[in-house]
């Protein structure tokens, strides 16, 4: 450094100099000439990944439960172009999604069209005309972000929504409209009657979706998607009208929604209402903050977790959606950053070698904090199974015992097993807290100090 | 013409019930700058609130007690989730209030299951008013009426001619200013917060017996209240009045009145197809104005968005 | 004689009653640094603000090099060759200097609203924000988000990227303002260093700056101009002393 060295003009300790000298986070390759090899390699182990689970979970069960997590991939990728990159809170994006499904749901019906071109490509009729619809829509909406674009998505949303039971001819009313996709032309002889050859047509399209996605993100106007979320007016002194840099996010987003709208047409064979409603809309928002906005392959994490617990769960306890709820709220209230983010946090320590340090001490406080939460779990199914159960079944089945939930043994148990736990978890906290600090610290020979906070 | 009055007092009562969401709502926004997409739950969990102390205590008593428990708790919600959120910007704060949205309307099946609760009209006011040529007005609607109308005018008196009210008004504005003064804003906040959400309680008590009280209650009329405020301009208190009332009549009309699409073209001189039903714009021809009663809000929304952003009375785009 | 690279006619602008800027005319010249000073409230900022259209003018018109700006947009002037800096810092904190200021390249470069260009591959992107950082000494800086740097290397970044998209109307709002001696002395060669043949405008408060910087000064005095020339007659001028002097001494009661 030439005129402007801290460490001569500035007096001593001014500036906490290694408060500057490595955020290990953000490591310096990603701007630059970053190796071919370290760019490409998590796409080539995902793809591989997806080539190889179908031999790993054989029945159809499992393929519908991963076309269903490709799927909210796609469109959650999509929605994180707008949320994430764009600063933009859409409540009505699954109707992009969705009018792009009803639209290939009418390819399909359209018998000689239909025939005339592979299965495969029926996505992109799905992507052009979520577009179609994004690009008139952003015409107006992307005027300004914040509030009022998220009430004029709202509003939209309901339009197109309310549209559905009226525009009959369009979306098929209450029952929707349905197709075979078998129809289509032959791909190399696959006609896509079997679930696999679904799978990989999937598979293919979130693997180019998602590539596409991520390399929009390093192009000017991907790159402006940020700068106009984090400081607009600065952006306009820079030459660029946010408004359309806004508009050009939404309608990319609008297209891979609409992709992921084509994908549900080709799996479920049927669109209905509920592809386009509000309930979807903010199921998508749950995914991907869930999953982590700040992170390109959070909302990723957020779909392949909700699917999972979306199937488990709901298998398991009609309340799945209530226990949905609140860890979406806690996930907003403590988490802002999502799993992405609770992940990204570990990166320093990994980095340093200390993250071994973590591992006692996460065991210590974590597993009786699960426990606990389990036991709370018990006692709100206990507490729905005495309001709800008809009068005399007072019997019910919890973690494979059953018991009389009008009984006062139960309810002692769970509420032991729940103030225990979390009291344990609270006890040792503090400890876990100072385990993750010095996990943070390097050894006291360097100055170098972390991100603790 | 007989029909018209009916259907002016009926659009009245929507009007000024939506306008007490869209009032509480609007003080809430121009406050803290965070629209409460939870504001409907409030309003929802004013109508179940009061319905199960209606069974011990009677409906007087829900009306008094329901909107006092649904405050304490938005005050609570303020104090305890939103400011916490706060420090990480407006639009955490939005996807907070999603959440909680949410999660009211899982809280209240959980609790009270997912059908709709016997509440009903207490028998000293179900009466038939008057009628209009056969059309009976109901005593309740006239007392919706005369409870929207006491609560306004009692907002109105606080605003504009008590201390507290001029504070609060200082603080839409200079909220920092009005701290350095000596005020306790957080404070302020937490009370127009439960204030607003109160305001949607009374809404609620008094609109469960009419509208059903059920798990999808807030959804139903939640959307249509922030359509009002974004009509009537993000803020304005005028705004929020004139569109609540606006679309109170419109929609009212537009299910009295069955005006058919198919009439409107013919009168504009387009010719019905021959074979309307191989038409693909069958469903715009068949099209009745009750059949898009519901949907003309966000019509008009779209309408005023592209034409003027920033609302009717409102001042600001942003 | 040539065009004046800025021009304002007539330029009003009123809040509710209060008029601020009360009919102001102004030329100046290419590559001429003019400053603007004046006592605190004469309406410097919300000149620049006019001119840059951040907000709109009650009556009179902005020529940039001949050209009328009115009803242009931001980023409409930015693309004529006006750029500007803020009174606050106004960099984009959570990314890092290195994309600071490469964004603020891409429009110049001619990416405009480009889906197909990966910014990473591009070598003149690349070179072009590390001259930029290499002019404004934040070269070892390049990775860090910018909202980690000091004070006075944030007040860097935002002048490098004021001028790294290559505007030839520069205008600087107090990029002084709150600085140390060391520190200023460090951004008054800066500011000479990368406005080098350009037009520089800047509203400042350090008389040692402006003096040392400025070809010409105009001195702003409740809206209205009441001297504008060389440093040396502005400095003799008898509105101007007692302007300021009046404005000390109103201060003391």
């Known amino acids: 450094m030439s005129q402007f060295d801290p460490d001569t003009d500035l007096p001593k300790g001014a500036r906490p100099k290694e408060q500057i000298t490595t955020d290990p986070s953000r490591p310096s390759e990603r701007m630059q000439f970053r190796p071919l090899m370290i760019a490409v390699a998590p796409w080539v182990i995902a793809s591989a990944a997806l080539l190889m689970l179908p031999l790993v979970f054989t029945n159809n069960s499992a393929l519908t439960i991963m076309n269903q997590m490709s799927i909210t991939i796609v469109f959650a990728l999509a929605y994180n172009m707008l949320l994430g990159q764009g600063g933009m809170l859409s409540f009505g994006h699954a109707v992009y999604a969705g009018v792009g499904g009803f639209a290939c749901m009418h390819i399909m019906n359209m018998s000689d069209f239909f025939a005339s071109f592979p299965l495969v490509i029926l996505p992109l009729f799905g992507g052009l005309f979520g577009m179609g619809l994004a690009m008139i829509v952003g015409a107006f909406s992307t005027r300004s972000a914040g509030t009022v674009f998220a009430m004029i998505s709202l509003g939209v949303g309901e339009l197109i929504a309310a549209c559905s039971v009226i525009i009959v001819a369009f979306f098929g009313g209450e029952g929707g409209v349905s197709g075979d996709r078998t129809y289509a032309q032959p791909f190399f002889g696959v006609e896509f009657l079997q679930q696999i050859e679904v799978y990989y047509l999937t598979a293919a399209w979130v693997v180019l979706s998602a590539l596409l996605m991520y390399l929009w993100s390093r192009t000017p106007v991907g790159r402006m998607a940020n700068a106009v979320r984090d400081n607009p007016e600065r952006a306009e002194f820079l030459g660029y009208s946010s408004r359309w840099v806004r508009f050009y996010s939404f309608v990319a987003s609008g297209f891979f929604a609409g992709v992921s709208g084509g994908l549900f047409a080709i799996n479920y064979e049927i669109l209905t209402e509920e592809n386009l409603n509000t309930a979807s809309s903010g199921v998508i928002l749950l995914v991907t903050f869930l999953g982590g906005v700040g992170f390109f392959f959070g909302p990723i994490i957020g779909a392949v977790v909700f699917t999972l617990v979306q199937t488990v769960l709901s298998l398991q306890t009609e309340l799945w959606a209530f226990y949905a709820g609140s860890l979406f709220l806690a996930t907003v209230m403590f988490f802002p950053g999502g799993l992405a983010g609770l992940i990204m946090m570990h990166v320093p320590a990994f980095k340093m070698g200390r993250a071994r340090l973590l591992i006692v001490p996460y065991l210590r406080t974590l597993l009786p904090a699960a426990i606990g939460i389990l036991g709370l779990a018990a006692l709100v199914e206990m507490m729905f199974h005495f309001r709800h159960a008809a009068t005399g079944d007072n019997e019910m089945t919890l973690f494979w015992t059953t018991f009389d939930s009008h009984a006062i043994l139960p309810w002692i148990i769970a509420g032991a097993i729940t103030l225990i736990g979390l009291g344990i978890a609270r006890a040792t906290a503090p400890s876990l807290k100072d385990a993750w600090n010095s996990a943070n610290t390097a050894p006291a020979s360097q100055t170098v100090k972390g991100g603790a906070a | 013409m007989d029909l018209i009055l009916v259907n002016l007092i009926d659009g009245l009562v929507t009007g000024l019930l939506l306008f007490m969401l869209s009032a509480g709502l609007t003080l809430i926004f121009s406050m803290m700058g965070v629209l409460n997409f939870a504001h409907a739950s409030f309003y929802m969990l004013g109508a179940y609130f009061a319905y199960q102390i209606s069974i011990a205590l009677g409906f007087w008593m829900g009306l008094l007690i329901a909107p006092l428990i649904v405050g304490v708790l938005g005050a609570g919600v303020e104090r305890y989730g939103l400011r916490r959120v706060h420090k990480y910007g407006h639009v955490p704060e939005l996807i907070f209030t999603f959440g909680l949205a949410l999660l009211i309307e899982e809280l209240v099946q959980f609790i009270w299951g997912k059908n709709q609760m016997p509440y009903n009209v207490p028998d000293i006011l179900n009466f038939t008013a008057f009628a209009i040529s056969g059309a009976a007005i109901p005593a309740y609607k006239i007392f919706m009426i005369f409870v929207s109308v006491a609560i306004f005018i009692g907002l109105l008196f606080v605003l504009t001619k008590t201390r507290v009210g001029m504070i609060i008004q200082a603080a839409l504005s200079y909220p920092r200013t009005v701290e350095a003064l000596g005020h306790n804003v957080p404070l302020i906040f937490m009370g127009v917060f439960g204030v607003g959400t109160a305001l949607a309680g009374v809404a609620g008590v008094i609109a469960g017996p009419v509208l059903g009280t059920f798990p999808g209650m807030a959804f139903v009329l939640g959307s249509i209240v922030f359509v009002t405020i974004v009509i009537g301009g993000l803020g304005s208190l005028w705004g929020a009045l004139v569109a609540s009332l606006l679309i109170g009549w419109i929609t009212t009309f537009a299910k009295s009145y069955n005006i058919e699409m198919e009439n409107i073209l013919n009168g504009l001189g387009i010719s019905t197809p021959e074979n309307l039903d191989e038409s693909i714009f069958r469903d715009l021809w068949s099209l009745t104005s009750p059949q898009i009663a519901d949907i003309l809000p966000y019509i008009l929304m779209v309408l005023i968005l592209i034409f003027r952003p920033a609302g009717l009375f409102g001042k600001r785009s942003t | ?253």
């Open chain 3, 1 to 253: 004689m040539s065009t004046p690279a800025l021009e304002l006619k007539g330029l009003k602008k009123s809040f509710g009653k209060a008029e601020i800027i009360r009919g102001i005319d102004l030329s100046i010249g290419k590559a001429e640094r003019h400053a603007v000073i004046g006592p605190n409230g004469a309406g410097k900022s919300t000149l620049f603000n006019l001119i840059t259209a951040r907000f709109a003018p009650t009556a009179g018109t902005v020529k940039l090099h001949g050209e009328d700006l009115t009803g242009l947009e931001p980023f409409q002037i930015n693309r004529k060759g006006l750029s500007r800096s803020f009174q606050i810092t106004n960099i984009f904190p959570a990314m890092t200097v290195f994309e600071n200021v490469r964004c603020a390249l891409l429009w110049s470069m001619g990416y405009r609203y480009s889906f197909w260009d990966m910014v990473n591959r591009k070598r003149d992107l690349t070179e072009g924000t590390e001259a930029v950082l290499e002019q404004i000494n934040l070269s070892e800086r390049s990775h860090l988000p910018a909202g980690t740097l000091s004070y006075a290397e944030q007040r860097a970044l935002e002048i490098g990227i004021t001028i790294a998209g290559g505007a030839n109307v520069i205008m600087l709002d107090e990029p002084t303002a709150g600085m140390s001696h060391s520190e200023t002395d460090y951004i008054t060669d800066l500011i000479l260093k990368v406005t080098e043949g350009k037009t520089l405008i800047m509203v400042e408060h350090d008389m040692g700056v402006v003096f040392g910087l400025a070809d010409r000064i105009s001195v702003l005095v409740y809206g209205e101009i009441i001297a504008t020339g060389k440093p040396a007659d502005v400095r003799a001028d008898a509105r101007v002393q007692e302007a300021y002097l009046g404005a000390a001494l109103e201060a003391e009661h």
